[in-house]
């Protein structure tokens, strides 16, 4: 018990750490803009299946946007089996499926992420979509006789 307490501890001090570390970024760099927008985009390409492990990387927009100082992220799931994650920077989420997991056939597992601020105006809101496909693949054809 001694030892979740430090443990809780040190990860309270880390938090802490991170937070004072982007206030002095942006203490730093007061040209920085307010992020607007957020896109995930998967990094490791795995399946979505039991046991997989998948990493997506949040990009902010505008280019050189950052998130507020006192930005808390959080990212939920609508499949209470699973639980993603967030790292320190709330920018990356990571996900590993638990064993024996089968994805729903009536209801596609997504991701909400949410950002709050107390003191900016920012709130940031996007959807990760883990078994959907790639926007860019086409998802029809069609032919045209030509001679």
């Known amino acids: 018990m001694r030892d979740r307490r430090i443990v809780e501890q040190i990860e309270e001090l880390r938090h802490r750490i991170h937070h004072l570390e982007r206030e002095v970024r942006r203490l730093e760099h007061p040209h920085e803009s307010l ?12 399946p979505t ?3 997989q492990t998948q990493v997506f990387t949040g990009t902010l927009s505008p280019a050189g946007s950052v998130l507020a100082p006192d930005a808390v992220a959080t990212i939920t799931s609508n499949d209470p089996a699973v639980s993603p994650t967030l790292d320190s920077t709330n920018l990356i989420v990571s996900v590993t499926y638990p064993s024996g997991w089968v994805e729903s056939t009536s209801t596609p597992l997504a991701f909400t992420y949410a950002t709050t601020s107390a003191t900016t105006s920012q709130a940031l809101l996007g959807t990760i979509t883990p078994s959907a496909p790639a926007s860019n693949l086409a998802t029809s054809i069609s032919f045209n006789q030509t001679t």
């Open 49 to 51: 299946a039991a046991g």
């Open 35 to 46: 992020a607007t927008q957020i896109t995930f985009q998967e990094n490791t390409m795995n």
